[in-house]
């Protein structure tokens, strides 16, 4: 079995508890066995519900052989899916795993809080919908307990390092173009809104006698963390952190380029008189990395999660009797 056929089926299979129950159609045979687990019965009916959900977008536009075999295909991926999580239901039996019924409500009100709902109005759209409250909350009580049963027999199973992280994204950008940024320290004599001429001139002046110091050899770190206006990085001694130079002021950008790496420069704005410095050039994908660590987890994780999931059910199944009939 694929890995894209393992997970299409599981993401099948999950559709069906987020979704109201379709009725069987009139005529329909709906206790046809479409495979055995463990002696458990795996019915047509349970096929049919979740095809009957997501069989018109899967097949949309397909017509002819191209159909038949995609229905088909379809067919075989959400039966796998459903034995998936058959084999699932029983290891959690085996393991005790249970869910309370104020952990259910508890969800509910969750569900119906991001919905903008009171409970009761959830479960009367629910109703509208097809969907009896009883019914829901055996779906809700089988998705927490599914999500109880990965955190304790996949999750365990999985570990994403900085290594990792750093490796992905590196090998993302290998085609890309590196872009030149900055890692900048910055210094801020602020003027204040209402300062004269005289106060001006004295702020002006002190940033002179400052950016002599800090040419002379002083260090740009001291100097902020004693004197800088800017509560945002005086106690990082400046670091301001990573910029890329499209993202700067034309101003401050043309005032960085005409200075040397490790040399202090000044700007002056109407806010106040800035005392930059280049502490390195860097690649801008270090800024990017940082931008994009959490996101970069997180995919890795999922996709950890899922060939550990699907290694699990091989693993299952081999120890399980499971036969299909199609």
Do not use: C
């Amino acid at each position: 079995m694929s890995t894209m056929r393992f997970v299409l089926g599981l993401l099948l299979v999950a559709m069906v508890t987020l979704s109201p129950r379709a009725p069987a159609r009139a005529g329909e045979i709906v206790d046809q066995v479409v495979a055995v687990v463990n002696q458990k019965l795996i019915l047509q009916s349970d096929v049919d519900e979740i095809i009957d959900l997501v069989g018109e977008k899967e097949l949309e536009g397909l017509e002819g052989d191209e159909l038949t075999e995609a229905a088909r295909e379809l067919t075989a991926n959400v039966v796998e899916g459903l034995i998936g999580q058959e084999l699932m239901e029983q290891a959690m039996d085996r393991g005790g795993v249970e869910v309370g019924d104020r952990e259910v409500e508890s969800a509910i009100s969750d569900v119906a809080r991001q919905n903008k709902m009171s409970v009761p109005e959830l479960m009367e759209q629910l109703k509208r919908q097809g969907m009896e409250p009883k019914q829901y909350r055996v779906e809700m009580r089988k998705q927490i307990r599914q999500y109880r049963f990965m955190e304790i027999e996949i999750r365990s199973r999985v570990s994403i390092s900085d290594d990792d992280v750093r490796a992905h994204f590196k090998q993302n950008r290998a085609a890309e173009e590196p872009s030149p940024a900055w890692r900048l320290q910055r210094i801020l004599l602020a003027i204040p809104k209402d300062a004269d001429e005289a106060a001006r001139a004295k702020i002006s002046d002190e940033a002179g006698v400052l950016l002599t110091q800090l040419h002379e050899g002083k260090d740009f770190g001291e100097v902020a963390r004693v004197r800088s206006d800017d509560p945002g990085t005086r106690d990082a001694g400046g670091e301001a952190g990573i910029f890329k130079r499209k993202d700067l002021s034309g101003l401050f950008r043309a005032a960085l380029e005409a200075a040397e790496v490790g040399v202090a420069v000044r700007v002056d704005t109407p806010r106040g008189i800035f005392l930059l410095r280049v502490a390195e050039e860097v690649d801008a994908g270090q800024a990017d990395f940082e931008e994009q660590r959490a996101a970069l987890t997180r995919s890795l994780h999922e996709a950890a999660m899922e060939r550990e999931l699907e290694l699990w059910t091989i693993e299952q199944r081999r120890q399980a009797h499971v036969e299909i009939f199609l």
